[in-house]
């Protein structure tokens, strides 16, 4: 039967964790994209509306890129391995790219910037298979349900929170708070139970624009 969100799930070892990674996680990308964007709108570019208006267009794609890129690869890293390793894997490398960041921010360095928002974008599109098929192995049947919804609406507010406070304070204050949430993160996620490997003997395929590709055709079929 379908319920609606069991909001008692977020105090639960095998839910709450979980929830707080993907919550920090989304808070983070949408808080170094809106931060760049301030710096480019009102620092950098405040002469060249027309070079910021550029650079939001490039920051979304170069964001977006590995979604199109990855998701095949990431699908298989999701099934071959322990879902909590993955989690810690991919929050460890968070807080680097934030550390990164946070130099871009310091030094004004578009490319540097741009080149962690690619690197989030990495770290979204791995992150992404893994959060919905941990949820089957750490809840019941009946709470997969509420518990996505409860993940969903996690997501919509981190992005709203990250996108307001990326507007409102200095970008490299903004650094300083990402690479906090990050390590935040991070030592949320050592407490996200182990959800064992699926397909332990899955051979990971090298060429990911042919996984792209047949994800594109079952898509279309």
């Known amino acids: 039967t379908m319920s609606a969100p069991d ?14 990674v993907q919550f920090l996680g989304a808070f983070n990308d949408n808080l170094l994209k809106f931060a760049l ?3 480019a709108n009102f620092g950098l570019y405040a002469a060249a509306p027309e070079k910021a208006e550029l650079l939001a267009t490039v920051a979304t794609g170069l964001f977006i890129l590995p979604y199109f890129l990855l998701s095949a690869l990431a699908g298989q890293l999701a099934d071959k391995f322990d ?17 990164l960041a946070l130099g871009g921010f310091w030094f004004q360095s578009v490319p540097v910037l741009l080149t962690c928002l690619f690197l989030m974008g990495v770290h979204s599109t791995i992150f992404g298979p893994v959060k919905y098929s941990i949820l089957p192995q750490l809840l019941g049947p009946q709470e997969v349900m509420g518990g996505t919804g409860l993940i969903e609406a996690g997501t919509f507010l981190a992005i ?9 304070i200095p970008p490299w204050e903004a650094g300083l708070v990402a690479t906090g949430v990050a390590v935040l993160g991070f030592l949320m996620s050592l407490a996200v139970p182990s959800a ?4 332990p003997g899955l051979p990971l395929r090298a060429n990911v624009f042919k996984g792209t590709w047949e994800i594109l055709s079952v898509a279309k079929a």
């Open 7 to 20: 909001v008692s799930l977020l105090a639960k070892r095998r839910f709450g964790p979980l929830f707080v």
């Open 37 to 39: 964007l301030f710096l």
């Open 83 to 99: 879902k909590a390793v993955l989690v810690r894997a991919v929050k460890g490398a968070e807080i680097g790219i934030m550390v």
């Open 160 to 168: 709203l929170a990250g996108q307001l406070l990326g507007g409102v």
């Open 196 to 199: 064992p490997a699926a397909a």
